[in-house]
């Protein structure tokens, strides 16, 4: 069993930039692939990016060249780091766990869900 902790979300102005972290325990995180996905209101969960156990990364095209996703092994924690946000950004991030295997934008395929952080971008 994994536990999952978003922490990092907040108020940031239009072309802003925010640093999310997700803390894992309970688990060996070294092997478990992370996914960052996000809800607006009135929307559907939506993939955001991911990175697996060896390093390789994938990101929604929505994000790709302002988000940033890593992982740091030894403190068990996966960072997403976000530049020149927009309006659309807005939303609940979730960061997500699922056992070893490939990135993967389904959120189906992850067995382990964090509570979330509010993410909002005002002008």
């Known amino acids: 069993q994994v536990q999952l902790v978003e922490s990092g979300g907040g108020l940031v102005q239009i072309g802003g930039s925010l640093r999310l972290s997700c803390a894992a325990s309970g688990g060996t995180f070294s092997v478990y692939t992370i996914g960052w996905f996000r809800q607006a209101p009135g929307k559907e969960r939506a993939f955001v990016a991911a990175?697996?156990?060896?390093?390789?990364?994938y990101y929604a095209d929505s994000v790709k060249g302002r988000f940033t996703i890593s992982r740091d092994n030894a403190k068990n924690t996966v960072y997403l780091q976000m530049n020149s946000l927009e309006p659309e950004d807005t939303a609940v991030y979730y960061c997500a766990a699922r056992p070893a295997g490939i990135v993967s934008a389904s959120s189906t395929s992850y067995k382990f869900w964090g509570q979330g952080t509010q993410v909002t971008v005002s002008s």
């Open positions: 990175i697996a156990w060896t390093g390789t990364t």
